[in-house]
């Protein structure tokens, strides 16, 4: 029977109410406590004002008024917009121009201008009336819009139901099979599609989450893991190799005992993925695809397949995937006819915010068509390629820079490398690879032996013109390589060389 994530969570305190439901930075809140406070935001909304479908800015900290005015504003009709901590003013700006918020919630240390800012600690001051006035609201009533940028570089509003809400946590709890007595751990930010579908998994299956404000002090992390007993962790790729070098080498001290380690928000390289099965081989390692738009729709269990490694993995339950042609056709797809990723079930968008030509292009083929290239094998898994304006079209050969990348991580002297598209100086092949990359510590290499050690691995082809050693990859607030800020680089360095 359906219900949305608010309905789910009462029914949790009539069942377990000194459960714990989220641990957050400023404090820990059973089913029962996070019930009465909830309440207490929605009340204290509607006492200023707020009605069904207006548009709300939530500052995304990880404290449990965050949590409050959240599930709060849902039991109203209202419709969340969060915020990443921080954001820019022109973002933010963007953000209200487009939604026509009425005001943002914020924790105290953030100024912005053009909204009315409302600090969320005015949820504790007395209200003449502290109960809130019950709002029909549907599974079908918008719930959330979520900003993305994606490839287009401008940010875009996803709307997202009730429904859809509650269908991407059913997706979650299948693909990692959730028990109630699980115990996440998610140092991941709160306005990103991947902590909010964890969040509202959790609070949905009536089990406990635990929010970290980031993974950078891993002893404070550990701590939080060991003191609330937690059996399993979410994360970026980046999470494990911060761990894995602060414990030099031992994440297993820290990720062993866990039932489900779950890794999301950017791609996982080919090596990355072998350390991990290597060092947490006895834990369910977990590898997620899906978009902001679409929620999780693909899983992959490395330990269970490993011969699979370079695969994103298969639709989850109740979701289906397909490729289609440049012409929005399905294709019977392989790895020489490759097409555009579409995720086809009940998480898709309803559409993007007040964007209808837009929302047309991408849903497509019924379902939403992702910038991904991919092909899927005769077993069913999905092989990504590389991005629509990321694949490299060398004289008319489509290359993924992801085959070229994977190589070359094979190189003991590499930490990480990203090969992007560059124009052909030469105007012959139209574009050319170009890899940047980053040297383990105290390593040192010539780009000629970089160039012989791909000419064993790959075609005359493949191999990058040029490589460009730097310090450290571009990535943006959740640890997603940033290609876009390399292809500026690589046109900055051209202009200063001339």
């Known amino acids: 029977m359906s219900a949305t994530i608010e309905e789910m969570i ?54 449990k008024e965050y949590f409050a005015f959240y599930f709060g504003l849902h039991l109203i009709g209202g419709i969340c917009v969060p915020v ?42 007395k209200q003449e009336n502290e109960e809130y006035a019950k709002e029909s609201v549907s599974l079908d009533d918008v719930a959330d819009i979520i900003y993305t940028t994606g490839t287009t570089g401008v940010a875009k509003g996803v709307v997202l139901t009730n429904r859809i809400l509650e269908a991407g946590a059913h997706n979650i709890i299948n693909a990692v099979d959730m ?19 964890t969040m509202r998994a959790y609070m949905y299956r009536g089990a406990s989450l635990i929010v970290h404000d980031g993974f950078t002090n891993i002893k404070n992390m550990e701590d939080r893991m ?45 090596e990355a993925r072998k350390m991990a099965m290597q060092k947490l081989p006895n834990v369910k390692l977990l590898i997620n ?54 995720i086809c079930g009940a998480t898709c968008m309803k559409e993007y915010w007040n964007e209808v030509d837009l929302s047309k292009e991408v849903l497509v083929a019924g379902g939403l068509a992702t910038s991904d290239l991919a092909y899927i094998d005769e077993e069913g898994f999905i ?23 994977d190589a070359l991580l094979t190189n003991e002297k590499v930490a990480e490398c990203a090969c ?33 050690f791909l000419l064993e691995k790959l075609e005359t082809y493949k191999v990058p013109v040029e490589f460009i050693i730097i310090n450290e990859l571009p990535r943006n607030y959740v640890g997603k390589l940033d290609r876009k800020k390399l292809k500026t680089m690589w046109k900055n360095r051209w202009k200063n060389d001339d």
């Open 10 to 63: 009462y029914r949790h305190i009539d069942k377990t109410p000194g459960k714990l439901a989220i641990s957050s930075m400023n404090g820990d809140l059973t089913y029962l406590q996070l019930g009465k406070i909830i309440k207490k935001a929605a009340a204290f909304m509607q006492s200023i004002g707020i009605q069904k479908g207006d548009r709300i800015l939530l500052s995304a900290v990880p404290i």
């Open 84 to 125: 990443a901590i921080n954001a820019k003013q022109d973002l933010v700006d963007h953000m209200i121009e487009c939604t026509g918020a009425k005001c943002f919630f914020v924790s105290g240390d953030i100024l912005y201008e053009n909204i009315e800012l409302i600090l969320y600690r005015k949820l504790y001051e």
């Open 179 to 197: 028990q109630d007595d699980d115990v996440i751990l998610a140092p991941l930010p709160l306005n990103h599609s991947n902590a909010l579908g």
């Open 226 to 270: 060991k003191k609330y007993h937690c059996t399993a962790f979410s994360g970026a790729p980046a999470a494990l190799s911060i761990i894995d070098r602060v414990t030099r080498g031992h994440m297993d001290k820290i990720l062993g005992g866990m039932r489900y380690v779950e890794i999301g928000t950017a791609p996982m390289n080919v």
């Open 289 to 342: 695809y899906g978009a902001t738009e679409a929620h999780r729709a693909v899983y992959m269990d490395l330990n269970a397949h490993p011969d699979k490694l370079k695969s994103i993995g298969r639709p989850v339950k109740n979701m289906e995937v397909k490729i289609i042609d440049d012409n929005n056709t399905e294709i019977q797809s392989s790895k020489e006819n490759v097409g555009r990723l579409v």
């Open 383 to 405: 092989f990504l390629v590389g991005r629509a304006n990321d694949v490299i079209n060398i004289g008319g050969k489509k290359v993924s820079p992801f085959e070229i990348e």
């Open 420 to 452: 992007i598209p560059v124009e052909d100086k030469n105007g012959i092949l139209g574009n050319v690879p170009v890899m940047y990359l980053v040297l383990k510590q105290d390593m040192e290499v010539q780009a000629d032996d970089l160039k012989n």
